[in-house]
């Protein structure tokens, strides 16, 4: 049985002295691949480095909403840029999404909304953030619709929302 985890920020610095045995185990008990989300432009670049590291490790490029204040607005045409540049080293847009805990929703309705179109553009899946915003999701998709699926990460909606 192989087992992958879909969502896993195994980049933070909280696993900085564990990342390797932590990698171990997982693939001990069956778990052994991990898609690491991107979350600032900058991050996402040294992603790449991770993911070298760690063969066991696929990578996602995105900008996260709940960094917002980390984002500029030329980090999105810089994401696109860096995405196309190193699609091949890429498994999915993201993360990516919409936070009402976050000040701002119209940038992060922005930012959402291009990662969208990033995804489509180069053919990738998404990796989606939601809280309190199974709504303005909605909307967004509507607007602009995600062509290659995805995950919507610790999803808790009804049945009807999905
Ligand atoms: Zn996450």
Redesign the pocket.
Known sequence: MQFIDS?C?LDFSEFDSSRESLITECVAKGVNQFVV?GITLAQSHTLIELKATYPSIKIAAGL?PYFLDQHKESHIEALFEFATTNKHQLVAIG?CGLDRSIENLSKQTYLFEQQIKLSNELSLPLIV?HRQSHDLIAQAFKRCKPKNGGVI?AFSGSIQQA
């Open positions: 969502h920020h989300p996260h993360e953030h990460h």
